[in-house]
Structures are given as structure tokens and as C-alpha cells.
């Protein structure tokens, strides 16, 4: 079951924050986020188990939210390599990972 | 440094003519994935193999097929392409199969059809 991403573009100037919502409608057992840049292969970011800890990538951190179903990247004080398709991966009770649609985003000096 | 090997970067077939991917490892992951991923969508999962243990997704036609001869190597036949399997693919690996487990991939193989 493919999870739900929102928003599905941003654009941003440098220096400006950002969030990306992950959810699902099924109990996860974790989310992935990896980031695509236009003619590349997706690269890992960061993962987030259930217990609704929080991680960090840079300044690019995420949460989960084991009640919500839900994960959230932020974007803090967003650089020009931020830009790139971010997708979230959940896994369910099993092993596979399903991504969902994409975030856009776009970083402008 | 290791890492998922995919060849070619481009591939252009004709309609209906057979082609092959491939996607190399060296990372020794028990776990090879293929993707399959169309402009401005998610990647969609159609099948993976754990270690020698095939495994096609529900959805997936049968037009596409995959081999793994070894841990190394991984190939994906499409038998018959349609312009709808115009797409990028992407091969990918874990260690095993867990819900803790990243995923590594390749820098993916274009596929236009003619």
C-alpha cells in the first residue's frame, strides 16, 4: 500500500525551512526517506523505526509518529543541494518498501 | 567503494524487440530488488530475489522476467517491450530482508522503446 506524501512540490529560497509529510492508513513498522535528483538514482537519507524517534541528516531531520501513522522531514535552513524529489519508503509488517508519490522540491538562491 | 553497478545507462529498444538489464553488486547483499520507475512517479517494486529465492509482485506482467546466476549479478529480461515500459530502472540490494534494512541502489538504466 502505497503511503501518501504531502506537499507535493515546494519551492524554497535558501536559508528557508520546509516540511514534508509522510502518512499511511496501515500500522507501520518504518519509514525510509531517500532523496532523487532529476536522472539519478535515489540516495538514503535517513530511517525511522517505530518508538517515534527523531533523526538527523545535516540539518535535514525527520520524526515519526507511531499514533498518527505518520512521518515528517524537516528542512532546516535549506541549501541550492537540498533540491531533488524526496520519497518516503514504508515498510508494514513485512519487508517490502513501497514509496510514495514525491516532494519536489526546489531550492532558489 | 562498494556499490550497485547498472549497465547500460541508456538502452533504446525497438517495439517488441527483447532487451536486457543488468545490475551488479559488491556489496555481497543477500537481497536484489528491480524497480521500475516512470517519469514523475514513485519507484514501483516488480520483483526481487532473495538469494536464489525468486519473488514477482502480484502486479507485475509477464513480460518482464528476471535471472540471478550468482550474489553478484541480476539481470531483468523484458520480453516483449510496449511504449508503456518506457521508464527508468532501478536495481537495488539489502543485506537481508528486514524492516530495519536500507536500501542501496544503482544509478538506474533508461529505457526508451521505439
Known amino acids: 500500500q502505497q503511503p501518501v506524501q504531502s506537499p507535493q512540490a515546494v519551492i524554497l529560497r535558501e536559508g528557508e525551512d520546509a516540511v514534508i509529510n509522510c502518512s499511511s492508513s496501515?500500522?507501520?513498522?518504518?519509514v525510509h526517506w531517500y532523496r532523487q535528483k532529476h536522472g539519478e538514482a535515489p540516495v538514503f537519507l535517513m530511517i525511522l523505526l517505530k518508538g517515534g524517534e527523531q533523526k538527523g541528516h545535516e540539518k535535514i531531520s525527520a520524526s515519526f509518529n507511531e499514533k498518527k501513522q505518520q512521518s515528517s522531514l524537516y528542512l532546516t535552513a535549506s541549501q541550492l543541494s537540498y533540491s531533488g524529489t524526496y520519497f518516503c519508503?514504508?515498510?508494514?509488517?513485512?519487508?517490502?518498501?513501497?514509496f510514495g508519490a514525491g516532494t519536489t522540491v526546489t531550492v532558489r538562491a | 567503494d562498494a556499490m550497485v553497478i547498472q549497465n547500460p545507462r541508456y538502452q533504446v529498444t525497438q517495439f517488441g524487440k527483447p532487451v536486457t538489464l543488468s545490475c551488479s553488486q559488491t556489496l555481497n547483499h543477500n537481497v536484489m530488488y528491480w524497480y521500475q520507475q516512470k517519469s514523475s512517479q514513485a519507484p514501483k517494486l516488480l520483483f526481487h530475489?532473495?538469494?536464489?529465492?525468486?519473488?514477482n509482485e502480484a502486479d507485475t506482467p509477464d513480460n518482464f522476467q528476471s535471472r540471478r546466476p550468482n550474489t553478484s549479478f541480476c539481470f531483468l529480461d523484458i520480453r516483449s517491450p510496449g511504449l508503456g515500459d518506457a521508464a527508468m530502472y532501478l536495481c537495488?540490494?539489502?543485506?537481508?530482508?528486514?524492516?530495519?534494512?536500507?536500501?542501496?541502489f544503482g544509478s538506474g538504466t533508461q529505457l526508451s522503446v521505439l
Open positions: 496501515k500500522a507501520l513498522y518504518s
Open positions: 537495488a540490494t539489502s543485506r537481508v530482508r528486514a524492516t530495519n534494512e536500507k536500501l542501496f
Open positions: 530475489y532473495y538469494d536464489k529465492d525468486f519473488n
Open positions: 519508503g514504508t515498510r508494514y509488517n513485512d519487508y517490502k518498501l513501497s
